[in-house]
């Protein structure tokens, strides 16, 4: 059982939708104190207003500045780093910014943990790491390559860290993701734009995302890739949802865009061998890590199973969200409004 009562805690990027929605919980638990650790003034001041609470802390900060971070994590016992650049288009045309980002960010925040010894930290990733075919993906594959490999450095006798990192999709109606879009179109009498009918995607609310983000921060003993057991909906059946919602609704196939894929995968064929079940969703050990090698994993885990009879864990495989559970959805996420 996960216990934030009292803790201190800092959040990476924590203005964002995820830092904001994780605040809101982790002050319901509880929580001592949160530090919000992000670079924009003017959300952070919007965060204040809308929060009220004496319990946060607002700290102006860039995670490429190492010393600043050091001031920040002092006394925190768990960080969840958010923080990172994330619009794919601007990453292909800026991959410099978000090399020094999302990778030697993220290396700093590991180095900041030590330095201040920090209980757990925790690191945000995303689908797009598994195989990637962006520059996107490929900083957030190797942020989480920094996280669950940081272990390695971890002297027992100095420091307590326990490094893990969790990968998931895009929350269900995020800004910038897919429904948002369609519904934009739709209100400017605009076709949707449909890159292939045979496209899927997994889906998760934000409520369904905190409760895995914080089963994985309870459950991590250090070193393992969380992923979520989720649905995943057919475009064409959103497309069909969207249709008995609105009136008039044309579409236009455009084909995938570069760097984009027909199916997200969240474990891809070779990670599959390292990879459990455990608590309701799984988990991909690090097999350079001692304490999670094979012949040790169940004295660490209990109740664990191994994955078995599947390929990869793809959107194309997994049970799907119906045409109606969307329109629920739809309309309960107030993107209509």
């Not at 957030?140 to 669950?148: D, P, R, W, Y």
């Not at 995943?232 to 455009?254: G, P, R």
């Amino acid at each position: 059982m996960l216990i934030m009562k009292g803790k201190k805690i800092l959040i990476t990027g924590g203005t964002g939708s995820l830092g904001q929605a994780l605040t809101k919980r982790l002050l319901e638990m509880g929580a001592d104190t949160i530090r919000i650790f992000s670079r924009n003034e003017e959300k952070q001041i919007r965060m204040e207003n809308q929060f009220n609470d004496k319990r946060l802390r607002f700290f102006l900060g860039d995670i490429n500045d190492f010393e600043r971070l050091k001031r920040a994590f002092e006394d925190i016992d768990i960080v969840f780093h958010t923080a990172a650049l994330k619009h794919v288009p601007k990453i292909e045309y800026n991959p410099f910014e978000a090399i020094k980002t999302n990778v030697i960010g993220s290396q700093n925040v590991i180095n900041a943990c030590l330095h201040e010894n920090v209980e757990k930290s925790i690191a945000i990733g995303t689908d797009k790491a598994v195989s990637p075919l962006n520059t996107y993906g490929a900083t957030k594959l190797l942020m989480e390559k920094l996280f669950v490999t940081a272990n390695n450095y971890v002297n027992p006798e100095k420091h307590k860290t326990k490094f893990i990192s969790v990968r998931y999709g895009n929350v269900f109606g995020s800004s910038g993701s897919v429904i948002p879009l369609f519904i934009d179109q739709i209100k400017k009498n605009k076709k949707i734009t449909i890159t292939d009918p045979k496209m899927t995607r997994f889906s998760i609310t934000m409520n369904e995302a905190l409760d895995f983000i914080l089963n994985a921060t309870n459950a991590g003993n250090g070193s393992e890739i969380f992923v979520p057991k989720i649905r995943a909906y057919n475009i064409m059946d959103l497309k069909d949802a969207l249709s008995e919602l609105f009136e008039n609704i044309n579409t236009e196939i455009v084909g995938i865009r570069p760097g984009e894929k027909l199916h997200e995968i969240l474990i891809n064929e070779d990670e599959i061998k390292y990879s459990w079940e455990y608590n309701n969703m799984y988990f991909i050990t690090n097999p350079l890590y001692p304490l999670l090698h094979m012949n040790k994993i169940k004295d660490t885990y209990p109740e664990i199973k191994k994955i078995e009879n599947i390929k990869d864990y793809s959107s194309d495989k997994v049970k799907k969200i119906s045409k109606e559970e969307l329109k629920d959805l739809i309309q309960k996420s107030g993107l209509l409004n």
